[in-house]
C-alpha cells in the first residue's frame, strides 16, 4: 500500500510538470524545484520500486555514480547552484559514470567498448533500414 501511494505521488508530480500545472494561477501552486526532480529521480525512483538498496549513497547500497563538470559551456551561468546545472542546462554526456565498482565512462568516453565500433555498426544497421 505504501509503495502504491508513492507511485502515486511520483506519478502526480510528474503530470504536474509535464501538464503545467504548474503555471497555473491556483494559488497552492509549487514549481518543482532541480532538488525535486533529484529526489524524484533517485529516492523517488527507488520508492516506487520497493528498492532500500538504492536511490541514494549510503553505506550497504550500490554505489552507483556519475560526475560531470561544470566547467563546459553548457553549464556556463549556472554552477553556483550544481544540482539546477545538471537538471536544467543543456544536456551532455557525462565524464565520469561508475557502476558496480566498474567505470562505464571515463574521460567523457566509453570505458569498455569502442565508440568509433559501435557508431559504425549503428550507421550500417540505419542504412540497411532506409535500404529496404
Known amino acids: 500500500m505504501l509503495a502504491e501511494a508513492r507511485q502515486a505521488m511520483l506519478l502526480a508530480r510528474v503530470r504536474e ?16 524545484t532541480a532538488r525535486d526532480a533529484l529526489w524524484l ?36 551561468g549556472a554552477t553556483l547552484d550544481p544540482v ?21 565512462v571515463k574521460d567523457g568516453h566509453l570505458a569498455s567498448a569502442d565508440e568509433e565500433k559501435i557508431v559504425q555498426h549503428h550507421n550500417r544497421l540505419s542504412r540497411s533500414l532506409l535500404e529496404e
Do not use: N, W
Not at 84 to 104: E, H, K, M, N, T
Open 84 to 104: 539546477s546545472a545538471l537538471v536544467f542546462c543543456q544536456p551532455r554526456r557525462v565524464d565520469y559514470s561508475v557502476v558496480g565498482g566498474r567505470f562505464i
Open 17 to 32: 510538470g509535464i501538464t503545467g500545472y504548474s503555471l497555473s494561477q491556483d494559488p497552492d501552486r509549487r514549481l518543482m
Open 41 to 76: 529521480g533517485t529516492r523517488g525512483g527507488a520508492a516506487v520500486l520497493g528498492r532500500t538498496d538504492i536511490g541514494s549513497l549510503e553505506a550497504g547500497k550500490c554505489a552507483d555514480f556519475f560526475a560531470v563538470s561544470l566547467s563546459h559551456l553548457e553549464y556556463a
